[in-house]
Each structure stands twice: as structure tokens, then as C-alpha cells.
């Protein structure tokens, strides 16, 4: 058969067409793949919180009597923070204002200051926005690991709010070796169901952390991995203190009597190396580099806690009891050995992390915080902050350099920038910003639910 030019040329053309064609289907179906492969991959997520732990309570935050090399590597690898603040003094407000990312005062179980092993009658409501929440609905594999103490009924569960997985306790404070809570009842789950375990709770939060992260998976996960440790009562990993529980106090500060200096280091020195185990495991899994890792605490520390430069302690609403040590890594992503006076509180870490997992607030439930990346990576300037406190019959603003505190009827300014210790009154010297101040609360707080 004799081929013309005009069919030659419509051959060509045809072919030309089907190549297009195929070579568009290819492009598609690469595209279809790498949206695959970019949604597979997003960051997984560890987030680490301490009970009780105090803003001097590490070695690399300037705890003089004993060591922890392994949180120290991960300042050394990430950002440290020098102005972190918990969202309240004592835990269920602070971890209302995490699980949420909003002022706890926002809502009624963050009204609790903290929860007692009584009360049943409130919990985190049912269906209530959570981090867990947006995240699972996102994609993500979500685990919580540790302490909850946000509600015990199981429609104010962890699994009731976006984890999939849960294994810890759910009350405010539990014997390490019995995992009994403050009634004396047994307190140890695994999701809804009550379990016995033996063994150190802090080394059984540590190994269940390490199984989850080295799982074979599909999906990014998410891990809030919430140690009870160095909360009382006061137990190394050998033993330590009887203690006889009792849910009864006011003042969470009171719990628990005894205890030493010595013991509280073995408690802190089992902490630090679960968290370098759990480290160690992002290694073995081979997803080091595809993790952000935080790390922090519920509120400041108890009596064994170093606090310096700063007063007070868990409770109050002075520095000591709310300034927290912070670390952020994520090797490749933040800056190595970097430190940060950017002004940080619980909140942020919740819209930071929806921010990595390109993960938005739910509708009607603002954030409280923001996403704090940008300025961790340097790719933005140390922004301007202001926060606010209520706990007890305390009140407190940080604003920059300024503190505006009250306790009862007294009313106090401090500048941090020259007194950290909170010793110098400024309020007559600067009345002007005395009221200010007051005057922002009285607004915040007309925000909030009333006090209890």
C-alpha cells in the first residue's frame, strides 16, 4: 500500500496525539501518586509531657544535683525554649488548654483546679473538638500514653476524643507500682478496659511508647506521650515512700508528705532515659528525621524542684508554679542548639502541631494559641505575646517584660527584665501600666466561664 504524504502526515499527527495522551495519563498518575506519597509522609508527631516537672528540673535548664543527658541531647539537637509557660498552675487547666488549644478557663472541666478522684459528675464533653480529633479525622494514627485526667466517665475518655489507642490512667495521681489512683482503686486502662500491669509505671508508659513508635504503619502518626513522673508520690524505680492516698485536700501541692532529694533525682533519672529510649527508637524505625518531637510540662514544680531565679511553685501563679521548660527538634527542619526567648504557652504546641499535620481548627472553636514554627526554623521574628491566668484567688498577664499578679486584694507589678524573683513591686512607680494590665484581664476574663 502506497503511503501519500497527507496520510503520513495524519499518522504522524495520530501518534503524536496518542503520546500526548499517554504521556498526560502518565503525568496524572504521577501526580495521583506523589499526593499519595506527600500525604503518607507527613510529619509524624511525638509530643512529651512532663507532671510536675519544674523550669530548673533538667541539666541543661540548670539543675545542679544530678543529670539528664538524654532530654539534654534533644536541646542540643532542637530549640530550647526560655520563656514557655504552662496554660495553668496544676494540671486538668493545663491539659484542657492542650487537648483543646483553647484558654481552659473556656470550657467547665477546665474550670477544675485540678480534678479530684471524686468527682464524677464532669468531664471533657462528648464531641468536643480535640487535637486527637482533627488529626485522626486527617489521617493520622493518634495514641495517647499516660495520664489524662480530664474526666472518667468513658464519653470523657481519651477514646471518646480522637486517640486511638489509649493506655495509662486517668486520675491526677497514681502509685507507680500499684497504679492505684487517690481512692485507692485501681486506675490502670487499656482504652476502656481496666488491666493489671507490673512494673515501674514510668518504665511501662516508656516500652508501650517504643512499641508504638516502631510499628509497621501506613499512616503518619501521632503519639502525647503524657509520663506521670515527677509528679508525688515519691518512688524510684527500686521503691520508695508507703503512701496512703487520700482525695480529700484542696491544695494539690499538699498531696503527699515525706520523700527526699535523692528519691526525686531517681525519678527524674528514669524519666530521662525512658525519653532516650523513645528517641533511640525513632532511630531504629528509620523515622528520625520524619518526626517532630516537643517536649514540656503540665505546670511548674513541687517541693524537690529546682526553681531558680524564680518564686513560687506548682499552684501559684508566680513564675515557678507556670514557667516550663520547652524543647523542640526535628532534625533537617529547626535549627540544632539554638536557644529562644520567644514567649510560649500550652495552646501554641496544640496550633503548632495542626499546623505541621496541615491540619485546621474546627469551625466555631478558634485556637487559642498559635503556630510557632516559623519563628523556631528563624524564618520569622520573635513575635510580641500576652497571656493570661486565673487559678484559686490569683490572677496574672504577662505582657513583654511586664507582670501584673494578684493574690486576695494584693496587686503587684513586677518587671521580669530586672527581677525574675518577683520581688520588686513597680505598680507605684508605673500605675499607668498597672491598670492596663487589669483593665486587659477584666477583658480576657469576661471571655471566660465565671469561676467555680
Not at 155 to 167: L, M
Not at 281 to 290: E, M, P
Not at 327 to 345: D, E, H, K, L, S
Amino acid at each position: 500500500m502506497k503511503l501519500t504524504r497527507r496520510k503520513f502526515v495524519q499518522s504522524l499527527a495520530a501518534g503524536a496525539t496518542f503520546l500526548n495522551d499517554r504521556l498526560g495519563a502518565i503525568k496524572t498518575a504521577q501526580s495521583i501518586q506523589l499526593s499519595k506519597r506527600e500525604k503518607k509522609f507527613r510529619p509524624n508527631i511525638i509530643f512529651i509531657l512532663a507532671d510536675d516537672l519544674g523550669w530548673g528540673d533538667l541539666s541543661c535548664y540548670g539543675r545542679p544535683d544530678y543529670r539528664t543527658p538524654n532530654i539534654d541531647r534533644l536541646a542540643l539537637q532542637g530549640t530550647r525554649f526560655t520563656d514557655a509557660y504552662s496554660a495553668s498552675a496544676v494540671c486538668t487547666p493545663t491539659r484542657c488548654g492542650y487537648i483543646t488549644g483553647q484558654y481552659p478557663a473556656r470550657l467547665r472541666i477546665g474550670l477544675e483546679e485540678p480534678l479530684p478522684a471524686t468527682n464524677r459528675e464532669v468531664g471533657l464533653e462528648p464531641g468536643y473538638p480535640t487535637i486527637a480529633s482533627l488529626l485522626k479525622q486527617s489521617g493520622y494514627d493518634t495514641a495517647l500514653l499516660g495520664k489524662w485526667h480530664l474526666g472518667f466517665r468513658p464519653e470523657w475518655g481519651p477514646n471518646a476524643h480522637g486517640f486511638d489507642e489509649f493506655f495509662g490512667i486517668l486520675a491526677g495521681a497514681g502509685d507507680y507500682f500499684l497504679h492505684q489512683n487517690g481512692l485507692g482503686q485501681p486506675d490502670l486502662y487499656e482504652n476502656l478496659t481496666p488491666i493489671e500491669r507490673h512494673g515501674y509505671l514510668t518504665d511501662l508508659l516508656t516500652e508501650r511508647a517504643v512499641s508504638y513508635v516502631t510499628k509497621h504503619r501506613s499512616a503518619s502518626f501521632f503519639l502525647s506521650l503524657h509520663y506521670t513522673a515527677p509528679h508525688w508520690p515519691w518512688q524510684g524505680p527500686k521503691g520508695g515512700e508507703t503512701v496512703t492516698f487520700t482525695d480529700k485536700v484542696i491544695e494539690p501541692v499538699s498531696m503527699g508528705g515525706g520523700g527526699s532529694i535523692k528519691l526525686y533525682g531517681e525519678m527524674m533519672k528514669s524519666l530521662d532515659e525512658g525519653v532516650g529510649r523513645v528517641m533511640k527508637s525513632l532511630k531504629t524505625a528509620d523515622v528520625d528525621r520524619k518526626t517532630l518531637v516537643i517536649f514540656t510540662s503540665d505546670n511548674g514544680g513541687e517541693r524537690f524542684s529546682y526553681e531558680w531565679p524564680f518564686s513560687g511553685k506548682k499552684g501559684d501563679l508566680l513564675e515557678g508554679g507556670i514557667r516550663v521548660p520547652a524543647i523542640v527538634r526535628w532534625p533537617g527542619v529547626i535549627p540544632a542548639n539554638r536557644v529562644t526567648q520567644q514567649m510560649a504557652i500550652t495552646m501554641d504546641w496544640t496550633a503548632t502541631i495542626l499546623a505541621v499535620a496541615e491540619t485546621t481548627a474546627a469551625v466555631g472553636h478558634p485556637l487559642d494559641g498559635i503556630d510557632l514554627l516559623p519563628v523556631i526554623k528563624g524564618t520569622s521574628p520573635v513575635r510580641a505575646r500576652t497571656f493570661f491566668w486565673r487559678i484559686y484567688k490569683q490572677d496574672a498577664v504577662r505582657e513583654d517584660k511586664w507582670k501584673y499578679f494578684r493574690k486576695g486584694e494584693v496587686r503587684r507589678l513586677y518587671d521580669l527584665s530586672v527581677d525574675p524573683h518577683e520581688q520588686a513591686d513597680f505598680s507605684k512607680k508605673h500605675p499607668e501600666v498597672l491598670q492596663r494590665l487589669m483593665s486587659e484581664f477584666d477583658k480576657w476574663n469576661d471571655q471566660m466561664l465565671p469561676r467555680l
